[in-house]
């Protein structure tokens, strides 16, 4: 072992003794959420130990959930980052390890309530959104104005972060007022051609404020940094709402192939987790609860698999199915 890894390890066996730091870890499609005492870490690893327990267990860095490591450890993460060089040769985890692991069996669901907690935390996962070339393109594409896009979009940020029903609810702003058309009349599409076009097309670019550019340069920097701002339950809480706070998160969703590929796997994968479990006598108390979210799954998928780049228009049940899931799960 290298000694300055040894010294910080027998620094941290020492420093337990005095008072243990708690470290939450948790590993990437594992809903379970384990909490550790904090021994040390290095570039590649972490070793930890269960409460109560002198068994060390050493976990590398790859084998987590970083996002959510970071957001729910920011000490141990800051720590880590110092760290940090281009050293490679990182090590698997050994098979003592291993056999010590609690993540080695994924967190089972046994009844309506632990399945609903786990496909929660599944579709709390981090996604990464679209890349923002030209804004003015998929304003123009909608009729919306740029300000209300940011509205949105920055809307869709807070809906994915709060989840839980012990956070505190962040209020969205006020929805920008969209502007009303006459039915049946389509507006008409603003013709750029020619030098009036180029004229017409640098003026607008010249128009744009200082926030909305601000904003724009944000959003392509968490894209480029694979910040992953969004996630499942933000883009659902989005979309069962009226107005420009659905509208927006559409936009984004039908641009972002990644993002609707990972909601839909997750889905899919606690409906099949859903439809077994329910034909398991333990679970038959809760079975009826369990077919339910089942069912709003099943109806969630459906009208998810509809936003896509070749629809032009929102569903009128991608809404209803959004809000009928959120209510089964335990949110605020």
């Known amino acids: 072992m290298n000694p300055v890894r040894l ?20 590993k990437a499609g594992n ?22 327990k002198d068994a060390i267990i050493s976990y590398k860095w790859d084998d987590l959930d970083l996002d959510w490591v970071k957001l729910n450890n920011p000490k141990i993460w800051a720590e880590r980052e110092l760290l940090l060089t281009s050293a490679d040769g990182d090590k698997k985890m050994s098979k003592k390890d291993a056999e010590l692991d609690p993540f080695a069996a994924e967190f089972v669901a046994t009844d309506a309530k632990s399945l609903a907690k786990n496909l929660t935390i599944a579709l709390r996962d981090g996604l990464k959104g679209i890349d923002i070339v030209k804004i003015d393109i998929v304003c123009k594409e909608f009729q919306l104005d740029e300000s209300a896009f940011w509205t949105g979009y920055e809307d869709l940020k807070k809906a994915s972060k709060v989840v839980s029903k012990n956070e505190v609810v962040v209020k969205t702003e006020a929805p920008v007022e969209e502007k009303v058309e006459k039915p049946g009349v389509k507006p008409r599409a603003p013709v750029v051609n020619g030098q009036k076009g180029k004229v017409a097309a640098a003026k607008a670019a010249a128009t744009r404020t200082p926030e909305n550019l601000e904003k724009d340069s944000a959003a392509k920097k968490d ?9 499942a339950i933000g883009y659902m809480r989005m979309l069962s709402e009226t107005g420009l706070k659905g509208k927006t998160a559409w936009m984004i969703l039908r641009r972002a192939t990644e993002d609707r590929k990972n909601i839909l796997a997750a889905l899919k994968k606690y409906e099949t987790i859903a439809a077994e479990l329910a034909e398991k006598p333990d679970a038959k108390a809760s079975r009826s609860e369990i077919l339910v979210l089942k ?34 799960l335990p949110l605020r």
């Not at 894209?223 to 969004?230: H, Q, T």
């Open 7 to 26: 010294l910080g390890l027998l620094l941290g066996l020492y420093a337990i003794t005095a008072s243990a730091e708690t470290v939450q870890l948790r």
């Open 295 to 328: 069912k709003a799954m099943g109806a969630a998928i459906e009208s998810i698999e509809k936003v896509n780049r070749d629809n032009s228009t929102v569903e009128s049940r991608l809404q209803s199915d959004c809000r009928s899931l959120l209510n089964q």
């Open 223 to 231: 894209y480029d940094a694979d910040a992953k701002p969004f996630s």
């Open 31 to 52: 809903a379970a959420v384990v909490s550790f005492e904090y021994i040390t870490l290095d570039e590649s690893t972490i070793m930890v130990k269960l409460a109560g």
